[in-house]
């Protein structure tokens, strides 16, 4: 069983499938029972996304436009979240 240190380390490796199979599925498994590291891992998806779109050029990355893109789309998928859970669907 992993770590969450090792899950952390390799979490990127693993989403450059650079991960070996049988690794894959160790993480795998830790992240279907460690929500903290699944965030984590969605997380990190998500900066990767922005810093890919947005660090064309490496001498000029805005640390501070990617942070804040960052936390858009975080809010953005929270808000996501909420919509699932919204009651009014009932009746
Ligand atoms: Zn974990």
């Not at 001498?59 to 979240?81: F, G, H, M, P, Y």
């Amino acid at each position: 069983m992993l770590s969450c240190k090792q899950v952390a380390t390799l979490a990127s490796q693993y989403l450059d499938k650079d991960t070996g199979t049988l690794l894959t599925w160790k993480i795998r498994l830790h992240l279907m029972m460690c929500a903290n590291c699944r965030r984590f891992v969605r997380h990190l998806k998500i900066t990767r996304a922005v810093t890919k779109h947005i660090a064309i050029n490496d001498n000029t990355v805005d640390t501070e436009a990617i942070w804040s893109r960052l936390q858009e789309k975080i809010q953005r998928e929270k808000n996501k979240d909420n919509h699932n859970h919204n009651p009014e669907n009932g009746r």
